[in-house]
């Protein structure tokens, strides 16, 4: 008779389509696909949690032993593959594993050796191990914090200037209203740059233009200014009109 231990079994392709294996969280997918290969022909193994880790999935990392009894729970919940306790060890029977998994001959099974599952017997319901609610990205003694405060609305959002407020500008300044349109837009940017909200917008989109007014005719003031008139040299009256001569600027009157 042939041992009932073997390099491992195989998964049937039916499980591409299997809604309970679909349902699995993805840590636990993968456990339950290490889980396999390493059922005997009966579809048990042991399942204690240390010897899981140890045997089955030693270098995943994101499989700890800490999170194995939940991701073993899971498992138990939407697929036929079990766990269970009897006589205070932990084990794993995967009920329809001859019938619907395994094509073995009955002949080379060998001895059935381990406890089957039975449903709601006394003794044989899931492992009764504490399960350590830990959701997927939280850190274990993580302060569970409260949904998250909505972002407050973007400064002035909305804003725009009252009919009075655009006709005391062209008034004013003799901004035109495309001028005016631009200046709004830069007043929005440049206050939501400094996030700070005005305390009165209207006000502060008054001052805006005002500033604008001043910056834009302080340039063309400065653009005006001509050099000084320069008294002669020769009369000491100012020149309005100068030559050279004889290597001096001179007024018309003294050439």
């Given at each position: 008779?042939?041992?009932?231990?073997?390099?491992?079994?195989?998964?049937?392709?039916?499980?591409?389509?299997?809604?309970?294996?679909?349902?699995?969280?993805?840590?636990?997918?993968?456990?339950?696909?290490?889980i396999i290969p390493h059922l005997n022909s009966y579809g048990?193994?042991?399942?204690?949690?240390?010897?899981?880790?140890?045997?089955?999935?030693?270098?995943?990392?994101?499989?700890?032993?800490?999170?194995?009894?939940?991701?073993?729970?899971?498992?138990?919940?939407?697929?036929?593959?079990?766990?269970?306790?009897r006589d205070g060890r932990l084990w794993i029977h995967s009920?329809?594993?001859?019938?619907?998994?395994?094509?073995?001959?009955?002949?080379?099974?060998?001895?059935?050796?381990?406890?089957?599952?039975?449903?709601?017997?006394?003794?044989?319901?899931?492992?009764?191990?504490?399960?350590?609610?830990?959701?997927?990205?939280?850190?274990?003694?993580?302060?569970?914090?409260?949904?998250?405060?909505?972002?407050?609305?973007?400064?002035?959002?909305?804003?725009?200037?009252?009919?009075?407020?655009?006709?005391?500008?062209?008034?004013?300044?003799?901004?035109?209203?495309?001028?005016?349109?631009?200046?709004?837009?830069?007043?929005?940017?440049?206050?939501?740059?400094?996030?700070?909200?005005?305390?009165?917008?209207?006000?502060?989109?008054?001052?805006?233009?005002?500033?604008?007014?001043?910056?834009?005719?302080?340039?063309?003031?400065?653009?005006?200014?001509?050099?000084?008139e320069k008294e002669c040299p020769e009369c000491g009256k100012?020149?309005?009109?100068?030559?050279?001569?004889?290597?001096?600027?001179?007024?018309?009157?003294?050439?």
């Amino acid at each position: 008779m042939a041992a009932p231990d073997t390099r491992g079994r195989m998964l049937n392709q039916d499980i591409s389509e299997s809604e309970n294996f679909a349902n699995l969280s993805p840590a636990a997918a993968v456990l339950f696909c290490m889980i396999i290969p390493h059922l005997n022909s009966y579809g048990k193994m042991n399942g204690g949690v240390g010897y899981l880790k140890e045997i089955v999935c030693p270098k995943v990392t994101y499989i700890s032993e800490r999170k194995l009894p939940r991701l073993l729970h899971e498992i138990d919940t939407n697929t036929n593959v079990k766990w269970f306790k009897r006589d205070g060890r932990l084990w794993i029977h995967s009920i329809n594993f001859l019938t619907e998994h395994q094509n073995l001959r009955k002949d080379r099974l060998g001895k059935d050796l381990l406890p089957s599952y039975s449903g709601g017997s006394p003794g044989l319901s899931p492992a009764e191990v504490p399960l350590e609610v830990e959701e997927e990205g939280k850190k274990k003694g993580e302060v569970e914090r409260g949904p998250a405060r909505e972002a407050p609305p973007p400064i002035l959002e909305g804003f725009e200037p009252t009919k009075k407020m655009i006709d005391e500008a062209k008034a004013n300044y003799g901004f035109s209203d495309t001028t005016i349109d631009l200046e709004t837009r830069k007043y929005i940017v440049h206050r939501r740059a400094s996030e700070k909200e005005p305390p009165d917008p209207n006000a502060d989109w008054m001052l805006w233009m005002l500033r604008q007014y001043e910056r834009v005719n302080k340039g063309r003031s400065a653009s005006k200014r001509t050099e000084p008139e320069k008294e002669c040299p020769e009369c000491g009256k100012q020149m309005s009109s100068r030559v050279v001569s004889g290597g001096r600027e001179v007024c018309l009157e003294c050439v």
